[in-house]
């Protein structure tokens, strides 16, 4: 089966331990109350983050209507991503995608953003160590340390990152951004770090009444994501790359 996409859209040890200490530096502020970079454990010392949960994202394409976007405009709204008037170059954390089955003509309609990869060739290839993955299997960038050579961008088999070109005005707190900077879908770390434990996708997607999106702990069996996941299956894009994405789908 063909398809087509319609789109609405080797470090040494030595030089690896040195960028993830300058990760771990973080939390420099640009102007009161406004950081471009949260430490890893964001968390009360109490509540550090954890390998014992790995949050993930089910997307259930059969429930996904092709004619909404609430996830994207609840997503740009939570994060801040105004329009700067270039479409070309805008901030897209997540985009839907339509995608046609040639034989058939079904189109299958599917949010796309950062997979979350336990094994992230954005991290891989970062020559600062500005691309990190949290323990909790949250990947990030820290804007401090990133100095814009898009490689990430290059390595990533989604197309899940973008580079900001333009000044950046009116930023929210919770989500900081840089400009020359690469940044990507955090998975709503903010809302994982005060408790809330879901993103504002899935909260739109299920004000809509679709419920498309679920989001949860993969390593918890009783979770709700991890349940469907057992009833139902799930596929992750690309899984011959051997990235063990944190994103699954299923309809397709």
């Known amino acids: 089966m063909r ?3 319609d789109t609405t859209e080797e470090i040494s040890t030595e030089r690896r331990s040195f960028t993830q200490g300058l990760a771990a530096l973080g939390g420099l502020a640009i102007a009161p109350g406004v950081f471009l970079y949260a430490t890893a454990d964001a968390k009360p010392d109490d509540q550090a983050v954890s390998s014992q949960q790995r949050w993930g994202m089910l997307v259930d394409t059969n429930s996904c209507s092709e004619d909404c976007s609430a996830c ?9 991503l105004w329009s700067l008037g270039r479409p070309e170059t805008d901030a897209q954390w997540i985009r839907k995608l339509n995608v046609k089955d040639r034989q058939t003509g079904h189109v299958t309609s599917m949010p796309m953003m ?9 991290v891989d290839v970062c020559p600062t160590g500005a691309s990190f993955r949290r323990e909790d299997g949250i990947v990030l960038v820290n804007k401090h340390t ?8 290059m390595a990533c088999p989604y197309k899940a990152r973008s580079f900001i070109h333009e000044p950046l005005q009116d930023q929210l707190p919770h989500s900081p951004r840089g400009k020359g900077c690469v940044e990507s879908c955090t998975l709503c770390v903010h809302k994982v770090d005060r408790g809330d434990n879901n993103t504002a996708c899935a909260e739109a997607c299920a004000s809509e009444g679709h419920e498309a999106l679920l989001f949860g702990d993969l390593n918890d069996p009783e979770s709700e994501i991890s349940k469907q996941l057992e009833k139902h299956g799930g596929t992750q894009i690309r899984s011959d790359l051997g990235l063990n994405t944190g994103v699954y789908y299923q309809g397709i």
């Open 3 to 5: 398809y087509t996409l």
């Open 72 to 80: 994207v405009s609840a997503c740009n709204e939570e994060n801040g």
């Open 114 to 122: 950062c997979q979350h990869c336990e094994h992230p060739p954005c």
């Open 146 to 153: 990133c100095i814009g050579c898009r490689y990430c961008m």
